[in-house]
């Protein structure tokens, strides 16, 4: 499974970015798949997460700004992000939580 990631950018505090996350192979239909940031000096760190069932997860941080979500095909999975922050800077990957495979992340950066 190869999982390619688009949507990132350079967004202003308080703007919004959605990024996707496609799969091509193997869904994640079965496994359900999470998104992770890493920010320059800091470790990687869980972001959200969507099981097979569509129950979900987020950092404290990011609860009620960010949406974790896929298409019906769980084909391509998404992460909306509302009312961006300075500290939501970073690379974003997804992951495939069956296969453990990561995308090849996205830079998100929040100017203020």
């Known amino acids: 499974v190869q999982l390619v990631e688009s949507g990132g950018g350079l967004v202003q505090v308080g703007g919004s970015l959605r990024l996707s996350c496609a799969a091509s192979?193997?869904?994640?239909?079965?496994?359900?798949m999470a998104w992770y940031r890493q920010a320059p000096g800091k470790q990687r760190e869980l972001v959200a997460i969507?099981?097979?069932?569509?129950?979900?997860n987020y950092l404290d941080s990011v609860e009620g700004r960010f949406t974790v979500s896929t298409d019906d095909a769980w084909s391509t999975a998404y992460l909306q992000m509302n009312d961006l922050k300075p500290e939501d800077t970073a690379v974003y990957y997804c992951?495939?939580?069956?296969?453990?495979?990561w995308g090849q992340g996205t830079q998100v950066t929040v100017s203020s």
């Open positions: 992951k495939h939580l069956g296969l453990g495979v």
């Open positions: 969507i099981s097979p069932f569509r129950t979900t």
């Open positions: 192979g193997r869904t994640f239909s079965s496994d359900g």
